[in-house]
C-alpha cells in the first residue's frame, strides 16, 4: 500500500522536529568548505551533507539551481544525492520551483514525482504564478505515487510582495493572491486524517503574514529562517496557532558550519531544540 506524502512528514515531524535543511552548494560554501568549485567539490559537498544531515531532519531540501549550474554532470551528483538521503530514511524535497502550461507541467511531473525518475524525491516545489489549475497533472502523479508538493504562496523575497500581496476579486470576495492559493491548496488537503499532500510556501521572514491558514491542512515550508534574518520569534509571530504545521527551511545558516559533520549535527541539534521551545501560540 502507498503511504502518503503527509502522513510521512508527519511521522518525521514527530521523530525528528520539524526542522527543514537546505543543501544549497553556492560557490563560496564549497571554497570555505576547502572544496573546487566543479564537480568533484561538488559531490564531496553533497556526500558530507548527507552523512552529517540525514535522520537528523525531518526534511532534506536540495536547491537544485545550484545543482543544474554544474551542467548535466551536476544533475547527476543531485540524482545521488535523492537517492542516498531517501536510502538513509531521510525524506526529500527537491526545491526546482516549477511551473508551467499543462501539457509541460505533465513532463515535469514525470520529472520530480514519478516513480523510478532519478529526479524523484519524495516532494517537489511548485510555482503557481500561470494559474494554480496548470499544476494539476503535477497534483495528480503526486496523488497516484504518494508524493507531496509545496507550493509558492507569500515568498521570503521582499519582491514577492507586488504580485502575491495583490488583491483580487471573484465571487468569492476580494482577498490577495497568495490567499487564492492557500485556499486552492486547501481545498485539495480536504479529508487527510494527518496532514494533507499540498503543503505551502511562506515565508518565515516577513513583516507581517497577512495570509489565514486555519483551513490548509497540510505543511507549511518556512524559507527565510536564518541567513535571511528570520528568528524563532518571527515564526511564533508570523503563524501562531498553525506553528505546528510549520517546517523552517534554513540553508546557509547551517552550511556555514560544514564541512566538519560533527559540527553540521550539533549546529541542527541546536536549532531543533530552540523550535522545541517554541510551542504554539498568539
Ligand atoms: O520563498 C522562498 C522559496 C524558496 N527559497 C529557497 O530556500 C533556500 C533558502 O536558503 P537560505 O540560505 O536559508 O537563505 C534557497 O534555496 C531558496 O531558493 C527561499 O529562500 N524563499
Redesign the pocket.
Known amino acids: 500500500m502507498i503511504t502518503t506524502f503527509g502522513d510521512r512528514l508527519s511521522a518525521a515531524m514527530a521523530a525528528r522536529g520539524p526542522l527543514c535543511v ?1 543543501v ?1 552548494p553556492h560557490p563560496a560554501l564549497l571554497t570555505a568548505w576547502g572544496l573546487s568549485d566543479d564537480l568533484a567539490g561538488l559531490r564531496s559537498f553533497a556526500a558530507t551533507c548527507v552523512t552529517a544531515l540525514a535522520g537528523e531532519v525531518a526534511l532534506l ?1 536540495p ?1 537544485s ?2 545543482f543544474e549550474a554544474h551542467g548535466s554532470g551536476g544533475v547527476a551528483v543531485l540524482e545521488r544525492l535523492i537517492a542516498d538521503a531517501r536510502a538513509a530514511g531521510t525524506l526529500v524535497l527537491v ?1 526546482a ?1 516549477r511551473g508551467d502550461i499543462g501539457s509541460t507541467m505533465t513532463a515535469y511531473a514525470r520529472a520530480y514525482l514519478t516513480e523510478g525518475s532519478p529526479l524523484a524525491g519524495d516532494a517537489v ?1 511548485l510555482s503557481p504564478y500561470l494559474g494554480f489549475g496548470s499544476l494539476e497533472p503535477a497534483l495528480e502523479i503526486a496523488r497516484a505515487t504518494g508524493r507531496g508538493v509545496f507550493v ?1 504562496a507569500r ?3 521582499p519582491e ?1 510582495a507586488s504580485v502575491q500581496d495583490a488583491l483580487v476579486s471573484d465571487e468569492k470576495g476580494t482577498r490577495s493572491v497568495a490567499q487564492r492559493v492557500v485556499d486552492a491548496a486547501a481545498q485539495l488537503n480536504v479529508g487527510a486524517p494527518r496532514l494533507g499532500d499540498v503543503g505551502l ?1 511562506v ?1 518565515g521572514n516577513l513583516p507581517s503574514l497577512k495570509l489565514d491558514l486555519s483551513g490548509l491542512n497540510g505543511p507549511v ?1 518556512a ?6 534574518g528570520g528568528t524563532v520569534a518571527d515564526l511564533r509571530r508570523l503563524f501562531g496557532p498553525a506553528l505546528p504545521g510549520v517546517l523552517p ?5 547551517v ?1 556555514r558550519h560544514g564541512p566538519d559533520v560533527a559540527a553540521l549535527r550539533q549546529a541542527v541539534r541546536g536549532l531543533r531544540a530552540e523550535l522545541a521551545s517554541a510551542p504554539a501560540g498568539g
Not at 223 to 228: L, V
Not at 249 to 253: A, F, G, K, N, W
Open positions: 537546505g544549497d531540501k536547491q539551481a545550484l526545491d520551483k516545489t509558492l515568498t521570503s523575497n514577492g510556501v515565508g515550508l524559507p527565510g529562517f536564518g541567513a535571511q527551511t534554513s540553508s546557509r545558516d552550511l
